[in-house]
């Protein structure tokens, strides 16, 4: 399993966009890149998933350069509301993103007005 | 139901009791797992289901845990002889086979405190 490393925290104001990093270096050809987001007391929620270049949806944008050795997860005009902790993971896309995905530690996005 | 339902959402347990907790999936989800959560921690993988295969244990932690799928639906994660140290909360999530896309639909979870 391609391991994940990202930001601890990040803090931003409304409005603002942004950016979260995640580098995974040894991800492998069949590897896709997944992001989540939780809220506390929630399970995580499906955000975006890439394989190459960029992938746009409506909450998100997911950034994959063509060596795929990371990935930046970008939102646009945040808002106090999009305070949670943000996983990226790593793993092969048969069963949305692998049989045993492998969460982190998160990146904990903190957005104040 | 259109989510992944848990149950208890709550449950308090005196140390060395057996506990169930319970996972209603996705109709139509093939794919079920099951994860654990300490407080600030990321998620710990413990069982994947998919369909008639035989299930992955590999994350469970001990023989005290095991968890069954019947029908290819529900789920029931045992957790024998609690200790405090399996306080956390307990996700389930489900995917369809072909989950490409669109992920795992994670439960809201089951917050297991042993006391």
């Known amino acids: 399993l391609a391991k994940t490393t990202q930001p601890i925290s990040m803090d931003s104001y409304e409005g603002q966009e942004v950016n979260i990093t995640c580098s995974h270096n040894?991800?492998?050809?069949?590897?896709?890149i997944t992001w989540y987001q939780q809220f506390p007391s929630q399970g995580p929620r499906f955000i975006i998933q890439?394989?190459?270049t960029k992938v746009t949806n409506e909450v998100a944008s997911l950034f994959i350069p063509a060596d795929r050795k990371s990935s930046t997860l970008s939102l646009p005009r945040v808002s106090l509301s999009d305070t949670a902790v943000y996983y990226c993971?790593?793993?092969?896309?048969?069963?949305?993103?692998?049989?045993?995905?492998?969460f982190g530690t998160g990146t904990q996005l903190k957005v104040e007005l | 139901g259109a989510g992944v339902s848990q149950s208890p959402s709550n449950k308090v347990t005196e140390k060395g009791k057996d506990v169930e907790l319970r996972c209603d999936p996705i109709?139509?989800?093939?794919?079920l797992y099951w994860y654990r959560q300490s407080l600030g921690q990321g998620l710990e993988f413990l069982i994947y289901?998919?369909?008639?295969?035989?299930?992955?244990k590999s994350g469970l932690p001990s023989d005290r845990f095991s968890a069954e799928r019947t029908g290819g639906s529900v789920s029931t994660l045992t957790i024998q002889r609690t200790q405090q140290e399996d306080s956390a909360v307990y996700l389930c999530?489900?995917?369809?086979?072909?989950?490409?896309?669109?992920?795992?639909?994670f439960g809201s979870g089951t917050r297991l405190t042993v006391v």
């Open positions: 999530a489900s995917s369809l086979a072909e989950g490409r896309g669109s992920g795992y639909t």
């Open positions: 040894n991800i492998a050809t069949n590897d896709y």
């Open positions: 890439g394989y190459k």
């Open positions: 993971l790593v793993g092969d896309g048969v069963t949305g993103g692998g049989n045993k995905l492998t």
């Open positions: 109709s139509g989800h093939t794919a």
């Open positions: 289901f998919q369909g008639n295969s035989a299930p992955d």
